[in-house]
């Protein structure tokens, strides 16, 4: 078993409460089946759209990030599964997808 | 709230639940002083747990660990909020209440601590309340509920409704638990009758519940709230304008609880299905008999002495039989009644029980022998 970095990018910009509802539970769901599935390493966390970066040598602090909406990094979690191909499947069951987001699958690197 | 906040938190964390449910009430009444009280102060009360059961979450979740059924669920940020919104659901809070009232009557607690941890968790009686309605001293409720709490912590888990076996398992003892904590309101030692109208008012919600719960919707619990209601509709009769307990031959009739007549009459019916004959379906009977009657002239006394038979073949206790004997002086005559009270087994039992002396010396009265109704000892 190798451990994967599901990286979430984009989301719904402007959600009804309602929606907002509907995509927690759908997450909810997925969730659990990969905690059942014995794929859920760590359960992360989603992340606040703003922050500050820190950049150079200088250590220059901007506001930020200002990618565009569906670029913006939402979250993390740590998954655990046999091999690449098998975490890009269990990406695919993401509910991200729906509100025209991304899962970028990384594989944790060894050092 | 506290069954709800244990389903969170885990059984073996009670404390923590009862602790937030207690800064629930406290923040309630700094606000509500300062704000005055909210429209709907249950729901602001439940919000309040709500929140703080989040707060709390998110504080311990490295050092503690919670509900395991949850798993992971209340480790993430992704998932708590819809996780602990499901729990707090109406529907899922009847669920709560039901699993903790199948908790609390735990094989290893005694039927008397088992009443008193549904009192105290369940309905949210203080010690002292729960002291006053068993007429018992605060320091031995204290103790009773303290270990009961202990014994429930060490269960792993709350017991799962949705499981058929366990839930059968215990289902009787629920049964018995909820029938004293009704009979400790209706027949009760405490001088106090708001408080045994509420410990009354409680075993007949919580047996609705239990009522709504496939595996508790058996003939047998239909018979305990057909006699709990049949009990509940001759409450406003049994006080006269002073207070005053009136005997079955002095209640005013009309002043019997005709909704709860109905109820208790459609429930005893649907308690008929199957072939379990329960204490339950016979006491319901009895109450049935004397409900039927519309002057206690016409009460069908011979039918309630052999409803007394079947009842003491299932659950022979001298109450039983004192009230059996009752009821054969009504049908055959004081002297027979007399016979029947001289021939009850266990009779020292009864020496703590006042109706006994009353029906002593109601009988030796009525045979025309004053001087021993007067010290019927």
């Known amino acids: 078993m190798s451990e994967f970095t599901f990286l979430f990018r984009g989301r719904e910009t402007s959600p009804s409460a309602e929606q907002m509802q509907k995509t927690m539970e759908k997450w909810v769901v997925w969730f659990k089946q990969l905690d059942s599935a014995g794929c859920l390493k760590e359960p992360g966390h989603p992340l606040e759209h703003t922050g500050k970066v820190v950049k150079g040598k200088e250590r220059v602090v901007v506001d930020g990030p200002y990618a565009e909406a569906k670029d913006v990094v939402g979250g993390y979690i740590l998954v655990e599964a046999s091999d690449l191909n098998h975490a890009t499947e269990l990406a695919k069951g993401c509910p991200i997808f729906e509100v025209g987001g991304s899962v970028e699958v990384r594989p944790v690197h060894r050092v | 709230m506290v069954s709800v906040l244990t389903r969170i938190f885990g059984v073996h964390n009670l404390a923590l639940a009862e602790d937030v449910v207690q800064d629930a009430f406290c923040r309630a009444l700094e606000t509500w002083s300062f704000r005055g009280v909210p429209e709907n102060p249950a729901a602001w009360l439940m919000a309040t747990a709500k929140n703080r059961a989040l707060d709390v979450l998110r504080r311990q979740r490295t050092a503690m660990t919670f509900a395991p059924e949850f798993g992971r669920l209340l480790d993430s940020e992704w998932t708590i909020i819809p996780t602990v919104e499901e729990v707090f659901e109406p529907k899922a809070i009847k669920d709560d209440q039901l699993r903790m009232m199948f908790s609390c009557c735990h094989p290893r607690l005694k039927e008397e601590a088992q009443v008193a941890l549904i009192l105290h968790i369940l309905c949210g009686f203080s010690v002292s309340e729960i002291a006053e309605a068993f007429v018992s001293p605060h320091s031995t409720i204290e103790k009773r ?66 009522l709504t719960h496939p595996q508790g919707t058996v003939p047998a619990t239909y018979a305990l709230a057909a006699l709990m209601s049949l009990d509940a509709a ?144």
């Open chain 2, 145 to 210: 509920i303290t270990r009961s709490k202990q014994v429930l912590a060490t269960s792993k888990k709350l017991i799962d409704v949705a499981s058929a076996v366990e839930t059968s398992q215990r289902l009787p003892a629920v049964h018995r638990a909820l029938y004293l904590l009704f009979n400790e309101g209706y027949h009760g030692s405490s001088p106090t009758a708001t408080i045994r109208e509420e410990l009354c008012r409680e075993a007949m919600r919580l047996t609705s519940i239990l």
């Open chain 2, 234 to 377: 001759r409450m406003p009769g049994r006080v006269d304008a002073s207070g005053q307990l009136q005997t079955l031959f002095e209640q005013d009739r009309s002043k019997w609880d005709q909704q709860l007549v109905r109820e208790g009459m459609s429930l005893l019916e649907l308690s008929a299905e199957g072939s379990t004959l329960s204490e339950y379906h016979i006491e319901a009977a009895i109450a049935s008999m004397h409900i039927r009657a519309d002057r206690a002239e016409e009460t069908d006394w011979k039918t309630i002495v052999s409803l007394y038979d079947k009842l003491l073949v299932i659950r022979r206790s001298p109450i039983v039989a004192l009230n059996r004997a009752i009821a054969v002086a009504q049908h055959e005559g004081p002297e027979r009644g007399l016979e029947e009270m001289a021939n009850i087994g266990n009779k020292d039992r009864l020496i703590a029980y006042p109706f006994y002396f009353a029906a002593l010396g109601e009988f030796e009265l009525r045979v025309g022998r004053q001087a021993v109704a007067r010290d019927p000892r």
